[in-house]
């Protein structure tokens, strides 16, 4: 590819439904200039509560579809992905995957020494973050907690009801015990949270969203492949694998407008695989 279609072609960012818009409002603040493609696999999510082997296969899908669209890079916006398939993926294409476990597990050690982690099942699991933090630190202390029903919850847009800031408290119990300085939101969803989590925390306790590190992570590595877009961008692309107006209406509160949604369906995801 010339430099000048390579810095125009877009970037692939996935997630199971609107948690990677918490990485997308970060790619419009630190990389403006982007065209990218949104893809949501709404019809499978959650994500957390599947297999390694589920979840390995539709993310294979995804890279399969955005492989298609001719995507520069391809950032996953999913702690669950990143968790269990980056690594496998990362051998099979021939394309720059970012996964977000490391630059949240980089900015986490630098903030504190007693990391707690609030992640879905899977990735709680998987122990990515405990594995990633203890590489780079041993003298912190980590704790992981899975929280099953706050992907639901923020999907169905119960956010600010009183049920839900009981099911925050109760996955935050634990961690409160053990006098952590630093939450790490292990899953992207969790950033729509932010004012109910905030205001359970003791304010000294820093809180660290990975999706502002992936996405300085992103820039760093358009910089070294010269392949940032210096003109002006085309407008976000958005597909979902599930139904596109419920996408389009839930998403509208975290974009500020109603977008546009294409639906991907799945037996065309599937033969691409
Ligand atoms: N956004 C999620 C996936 C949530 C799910 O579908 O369970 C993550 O970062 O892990």
Request: charge should be neutral; glycine fraction near 6%; include cysteine.
């Amino acid at each position: 590819m010339f430099t000048s279609s390579l810095e125009r072609a877009p970037i692939g960012i996935f997630d199971s439904g609107v948690g990677g818009l918490t990485v997308l409002r970060q790619l419009y603040r630190q990389l403006p200039n982007e065209t990218i493609i949104y893809f949501g696999d709404t019809a499978r999510l959650p994500y957390g509560i599947k297999t390694p082997a589920e979840i390995l296969q539709y993310v294979r899908e995804i890279l399969h579809w955005m492989q298609q669209q001719q995507v520069k890079m391809v950032i996953m916006a999913c702690n669950t992905s990143s968790a269990l398939a980056l690594e496998v993926v990362s051998q099979e294409f021939k394309l720059p995957i970012l996964g977000i476990i490391l630059p949240g597990a980089k900015a986490a050690v630098s903030c504190g020494k007693r990391i707690g982690v609030i992640a879905t099942p899977a990735t709680a699991k998987s122990n990515a973050y405990r594995r990633a933090i203890l590489e780079m630190a041993s003298d912190v202390r980590v704790w992981q907690v899975a929280c099953p029903e706050f992907v639901p919850l923020i999907e169905q847009n119960r956010i600010n009801e009183p049920y839900t800031v009981d099911v925050a408290r109760s996955y935050l119990e634990p961690l409160l015990e053990q006098e952590i300085d630093t939450l790490v939101y292990g899953c992207t969803h969790y950033p729509h949270l932010a004012p109910v989590l905030r205001s359970l925390l003791p304010s000294h306790v820093k809180i660290v969203d990975p999706a502002v590190h992936i996405v300085t992570a992103c820039a760093q590595e358009l910089d070294l492949q010269g392949a940032r877009n210096t003109h002006l961008p085309l407008p976000t692309r958005f597909a979902v694998s599930g139904c596109p107006q419920q996408f389009a209406n839930s998403s509208a509160q975290w974009l500020g407008y109603t977008p546009m949604v294409e639906m991907v369906d799945l037996s065309e995801l599937r033969v691409r695989s």
